[in-house]
């Protein structure tokens, strides 16, 4: 059975459990990292040099670093839905998911949501934040744009692109930021939002993670 290792309170293991739960794969997810610890096992690090969630381990085989994860299984497990059959279709999902992690992680994730959750209010840093907040919207404007005729990133259906991008929008859409209009990102969270994967496990309130 797939084995993943990775607290359900990080964006990288919700990716994961997001595209398991879309594909109905059994599995067992750890608890691993944060609070729970267990990164720093011989064990772990056989199966992760790197000692980060989410790692998953199927057939004998241990993955890590969440994109490449969602290849994994989109490729295994979700040929012609996660996994395009279209070479060009699959290549829109993929240059979603590359920029989302040179991209938009670095400015959303690592920066606002950093700046905001993670750091203790006496500790942030406001220019930073603000630079970040509106280095998002633009970026976000740039896909908002590419969703006007595209449903779903890669074109009418989910794909593993919607997860590696989406996963990150319940915490752009609760966080107190400003936001430009965004129409169709909000259009296509609407649309994720119907998703019972997408509930279960990316909508994981995140107050327990703030420093404060
Ligand atoms: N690029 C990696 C990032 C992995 C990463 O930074 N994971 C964080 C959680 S989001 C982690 O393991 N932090 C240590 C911890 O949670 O204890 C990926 O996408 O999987």
Redesign the pocket.
């Known amino acids: 059975m797939i084995k993943i290792w990775g ?1 359900r309170t ?4 919700q990716k994961v459990m997001w595209a398991v739960g879309e594909l109905g794969l059994p599995h067992e997810r750890i608890d691993a ?2 609070k729970f610890g267990g ?1 720093d096992t011989p064990e772990f690090g056989r199966l992760n040099p790197n000692r ?3 790692t998953l381990e199927d057939d004998g085989v241990a993955v ?4 490449a994860i969602l290849r994994y299984l989109a490729a295994k497990y979700g040929e012609g839905t996660l996994w395009a059959a279209d070479p060009a279709e699959r290549s829109l999902a993929d240059r979603w998911m590359e920029w989302t ?1 040179s991209a938009f992680q670095p400015a959303f994730t690592y920066g606002v949501f950093v700046g905001l959750v993670r750091t203790p209010p006496q500790q942030q840093d406001r220019t930073a934040i603000a630079r970040d907040v509106t280095a998002t919207g633009a970026l976000l404007k740039i896909l908002d744009n590419h969703l006007s005729d595209h449903p779903f990133v890669a074109g009418a259906a989910l794909t593993m692109g919607d997860i590696a991008t989406g996963a990150q929008l319940y915490r752009y859409f609760t966080l107190e930021i400003e936001r430009p209009e965004l129409p169709n990102v909000e259009a296509w969270y609407e649309r994720l939002k119907e998703r019972p994967a997408f509930r279960e496990h990316v909508m994981v309130p995140y107050d327990e993670l703030r420093i404060r």
């Open positions: 607290r990080s964006v990288n293991v990292g944060g990164l980060l969630v989410p890590w670093e969440s994109h992690v």
